[in-house]
């Protein structure tokens, strides 16, 4: 689902356009995650400020042996696979953000986060790259 907003949004410093990627992520890349979500697990502890946190791509064949049957294509990996930097509760629909531009969501992960070997799971903006831009170009 996308949203069309009734009126543009004011863009500042503070507020800007974060551009899609069109290629899909290589294992390995560098990337930013940050949401407003829980900073405990399995206890919930919601910031106060917003989280921001450094995962890495994991290799999808890995990503699939930790996870069989639940990972297809249409999702990424990432997550660092010794544990202590994940997505967490309430960081759904969240960014994953790889050079600078919207790499993954948010989407799932284990209900105990950041625990090593089990990286967090993200919607693959790439497969939806052409969805999305047909979609905005057709309303």
């Given amino acids: 689902m996308l949203v069309k907003l009734l009126t543009p949004a004011t863009l500042n410093d503070k507020v800007k356009v ?3 990627s069109t290629n899909c992520p290589e294992p390995g890349t560098k990337c930013l995650i940050s949401g407003w979500g829980t900073t405990s697990s399995p206890k919930t502890n919601f910031p106060d400020v917003l989280q921001c946190a450094n995962v890495t791509i994991i ?3 890995v990503c699939q042996s930790i996870y069989p049957n639940h990972i297809n294509e249409n999702m990424v990996c990432a997550g660092q696979m010794e544990g202590g930097t994940d997505s967490c509760q309430g960081d759904s629909g969240g960014p994953l953000v790889c050079n600078g531009k919207l790499q993954g969501i948010v989407s799932w992960g ?8 089990k990286p967090g ?7 939806y790259t052409k969805w999305i831009q047909e979609t905005i170009q057709n309303n």
Avoid at 110 to 115: F, L, N, R
Avoid at 121 to 127: A, E, F, G, M
């Fill in 18 to 20: 974060l551009d899609l």
């Fill in 59 to 61: 290799n999808h064949n």
């Fill in 110 to 117: 284990p209900y105990i986060c950041a625990q090593p070997n």
């Fill in 121 to 127: 799971i993200y919607v693959n903006v790439c497969k």
